[in-house]
């Protein structure tokens, strides 16, 4: 029902920014809670941020808290990760999920829509 799509995610430098975008098809994305989470192979998904339905209110994880901001523009059904003073260990795959029954969790178990992801690496 909803389509996801990420981009934005490429090599850069510690300290570097990215910002990703998440572009959502189908039903509008403002009816679900939309998040970013991230994994690295061998490793479980985490979250990393999450903006919710109600008001837009944003949860992040500790690990990211002060440097990314997750955000969406209405207009564009897109979600967005801004990710500033970047970190080797910021290096992953980034999802994006839309959930439209939980409001804000924090489990990927919750979020019923994927994107296929993109590559963050940060060298240094």
Do not use: H
Request: hydrophobic share 30%; net charge positive.
């Amino acid at each position: 029902q909803v389509q996801l799509v990420e981009s934005g995610g490429g090599l850069v430098q510690a300290g570097d920014s990215l910002r990703l975008s998440c572009a959502a098809s189908g039903r509008t994305f403002s009816r679900y809670t939309m998040a970013w989470f991230r994994q690295v192979p061998g490793k479980e998904r985490e979250f990393v941020a999450i903006i919710r339905r109600s008001g837009g209110y944003t949860i992040y994880a500790d690990s990211v808290k002060g440097r990314f901001t997750i955000s969406t523009d209405t207009a564009k059904n897109t979600v967005y990760l801004q990710m500033n003073s970047l970190k080797p260990e910021d290096t992953a795959v980034y999802y994006c999920a839309a959930a439209g029954t939980y409001d804000g969790s924090r489990s990927q178990y919750d979020y019923d829509y994927w994107g296929q992801g993109t590559q963050v690496t940060v060298s240094s």
